[in-house]
């Protein structure tokens, strides 16, 4: 009986050192996530800042490697043209935002993500004026309609002042393509209406 009540005090013990740690941790964690963000290195980002980082990095990625293809593969000059200026504009904004990202201590893809480089598989499987749509479409207006969207929430949201400050340097040149996309998408598809 003694061993009995000895077992059950241990576990009754054991259970609450076991709560006690979880509920800690809880309430470690939970004051983490809402702690204001810093603005020095090592401070903890904000999640949502974090991950706009990441996807940023991903999609200019993605635009980088598909404008990539469209100056071997693309058979208009104009389309040409409008990939070299993705090429080098995206690659300028890539190299300040993980210049930012590393300051903040976060880590950003240095590729597209697998959903994005499945479209660039399909897109590589093209060449000439098929090209050129499926180019103008995807990696120009579609892309850049995403990454405005993107940027424009953290030029609203984004907690830290720095990773709001870049979002909203950046969104009037990613809106600027937008609307070159645009003109590239009508000029390629000369019997439908832009998108």
Do not use: W
Request: aromatic letters at 4%; proline letters at 4%.
């Amino acid at each position: 009986m003694l061993k009995t009540a000895a077992c059950f005090a241990s576990i009754l013990l054991l259970t609450t050192a076991v709560a006690t740690g979880a509920a800690q941790a809880q309430a470690l964690a939970a004051s983490s996530a809402t702690m204001a963000p810093a603005s020095h290195p090592g401070a903890k980002l904000a999640h949502a800042d974090a991950e706009f980082l990441k996807q940023a990095a991903q999609n200019g990625h993605a635009e980088v490697e598909g404008s990539q293809l469209a100056l071997t593969r693309a058979a208009s000059p104009e389309v040409k043209a409008f990939a070299q200026k993705m090429v080098d504009e995206h690659t300028q904004s890539s190299q300040e935002l993980k210049a930012l990202a590393a300051s903040k201590g976060v880590t950003v893809p240095d590729t597209s993500s697998i959903v994005q480089k499945a479209k660039l598989k399909l897109l590589s499987a093209r060449d000439g004026a098929s090209f050129d749509k499926h180019y103008a479409d995807t990696v120009g207006v579609k892309a850049h309609q995403d990454t405005v969207k993107l940027f424009q929430k953290a030029a609203d949201q984004a907690k830290d002042p720095e990773v709001k400050a870049f979002a909203t340097k950046t969104l009037p040149i990613l809106q600027h393509h937008l609307d070159m996309s645009r003109d590239l998408y009508a000029l390629v598809h000369k019997d439908q209406k832009k998108p």
